[in-house]
């Protein structure tokens, strides 16, 4: 089975200033998705951003934006700008283009200190 | 606002009782799915139904179980249950095909086991 890792259980970055927030992942397919949730407070899941892995071009959602490393199995989020409301829980999800099965990391969890 | 709509919201029951929660995927979506999430834990895969059928199983309890119906809506049954099932439970719905299909979440039940 794929599997996806968040190596880092919790960051913390200035309001207005920039973090990124890493994710690997492990599969021996060429054609899938990558995804971001949001999970703030709330708990509710939110989608950020997704990535098609037959596209070069990195995806970008206004302050959010991907750098996708396919050869590396890499997929990190880059949030600019970070406001008070970025702060919660971030998932980083796969899925085979072959299969509906989606694979999740164990989160990363975003503080903004204001 | 997903879509995807669940009841109940908030659900306290005691130790051995049984409950039923219902999962009514957005329109048009075939597949869903249903995951666990503890108090500060990941997402925890449970079951996955596709078009009436289930089609893949993941850290599912043999006391619980689930099904769809012919109308799409899901119900995601609990028995027996002890303290340690009180999580947050969510559904989410995915669109037909196999194409980059983005997975779609909504609110969550919370289950607390008194």
């Known amino acids: 089975a794929q599997t996806v890792t968040q190596s880092q259980p919790e960051m913390s970055v200035q309001e207005a200033e920039t973090v990124t927030l890493s994710c690997t992942y492990d599969t021996s397919e060429s054609d899938y998705y990558l995804f971001w949730y949001k999970q703030p407070p709330s708990r509710q899941m939110i989608l950020v951003i997704r990535q098609e892995a037959y596209k070069q071009q990195n995806a970008t959602e206004n302050r959010f934006s991907v750098n996708f490393q396919k050869a590396a199995k890499s997929f990190s989020l880059k949030i600019s700008d970070s406001q008070l409301g970025d702060a919660a829980m971030y998932f980083c999800?796969?899925?085979?283009?072959?299969?509906?099965?989606?694979?999740f990391g164990t989160g990363t969890s975003l503080t903004v200190i204001p | 606002d997903s879509g995807v709509t669940q009841t109940p919201k908030h659900l306290i029951t005691a130790t051995g009782q049984r409950v039923t929660l219902r999962c009514s995927p957005r329109?048009?979506?075939?597949?869903v799915y249903w995951y666990q999430q503890s108090l500060d834990q990941g997402l925890q895969f449970l079951i996955q139904?596709?078009?009436?059928?289930?089609?893949a199983k993941g850290n599912i309890l043999e006391r619980f179980s689930a099904q769809q119906f012919p109308d799409l809506h899901s119900e995601l049954n609990l028995s027996s249950l002890e303290l340690g099932d009180s999580a947050l439970y969510f559904c989410?719905?995915?669109?037909?095909?196999?194409?980059?299909?983005?997975?779609?979440f909504g609110e969550g039940s919370w289950l607390t086991v008194v």
């Open positions: 999800a796969y899925r085979s283009a072959g299969s509906n099965q989606f694979y």
């Open positions: 989410a719905s995915s669109p037909t095909g196999l194409s980059g299909n983005t997975i779609y």
């Open positions: 139904y596709y078009n009436g059928e289930e089609r």
């Open positions: 329109s048009g979506d075939l597949s």
